[in-house]
């Protein structure tokens, strides 16, 4: 079975600062994709950014990347210049034919 | 093009009854896909349909079961209510063949279901 583990229930930044959220998981697959969500208080949850297991590169998207290190089973998201709107729950996904597993999820604050 | 949608949006329901949740999919996806989310923790995979057939399933009970219409929208039926079931239901919707390469999914922004 898969297992996805966020470390780090809150987690804390100044706005304009960086921040990174730690994910990590469990599995015996080699093809799989990995994924980050953020929830906002208003619930709705929003894709972050996408990584193909397959793929050596990090997936970047604007102040959104990742560091994927396939071997250590390690997914982690830095979010660059934070913002006050980056505050939310945001989980880390795995998905397997279609089958997703989520983290926990790290509450973020941005604070002003 | 409208994201997502889901229906009721609340729903308070009593220990033992049943209930019927809608969703309907980004136009042009075919595979829809049911979480349950208990506060304070992440998304559960329920369920998975793709063109109308199932393809995933999660640990969960047979009280829960789901279909997929010709018009790709989904029905998540929950029998026997327990308290446990109290929860966020989130549908959301894919493009592509959750087998295939390229696939991520949009979520709706849930049914909040409460059972007394």
């Known amino acids: 079975a898969q297992t996805v583990t966020q470390s780090q229930p809150e987690m804390s930044v100044q706005e304009a600062e960086t921040v990174t959220l730690s994910c990590t998981y469990d599995t015996s697959e080699n093809n799989y994709y990995l994924f980050w969500y953020k929830q906002p208080p208003s619930r709705q949850m929003i894709l972050v950014i996408r990584q193909e297991a397959y793929k050596q590169q990090n997936a970047t998207e604007n102040r959104f990347s990742v560091n994927f290190q396939k071997a250590a089973k390690s997914f982690s998201l830095k979010i660059s210049d934070s913002q006050l709107g980056d505050t939310a729950m945001y989980f880390c996904?795995?998905?397997?034919?279609?089958?997703?597993?989520f983290g926990t999820g790290t509450s973020l604050t941005v604070i002003p | 093009d409208a994201g997502v949608t889901q229906s009721p949006t609340h729903l308070i329901k009593t220990r033992g009854q049943q209930v019927t949740l809608r969703c309907s999919p980004i136009s042009g996806h075919k595979s829809v896909s049911w979480y349950q989310q208990v506060l304070g923790q992440g998304p559960q995979f329920i369920f998975q349909?793709?063109?109308?057939?199932?393809?995933g399933r999660g640990n969960f009970p047979d009280r829960f079961s789901a279909r997929q219409f010709p018009n790709y929208s989904s029905e998540l039926n929950v029998n026997a209510l327990l308290l446990g079931d109290s929860a966020l239901y989130l549908c959301?919707?894919?493009?592509?063949?959750?087998?295939?390469?390229?696939?991520?999914?949009?979520f709706g922004p849930g049914t909040r279901l409460t059972v007394t």
């Open positions: 349909y793709y063109e109308k057939e199932e393809r």
């Open positions: 996904a795995f998905m397997r034919v279609g089958q997703f597993y």
């Open positions: 959301a919707s894919s493009l592509r063949d959750p087998a295939g390469r390229g696939y991520e999914q949009y």
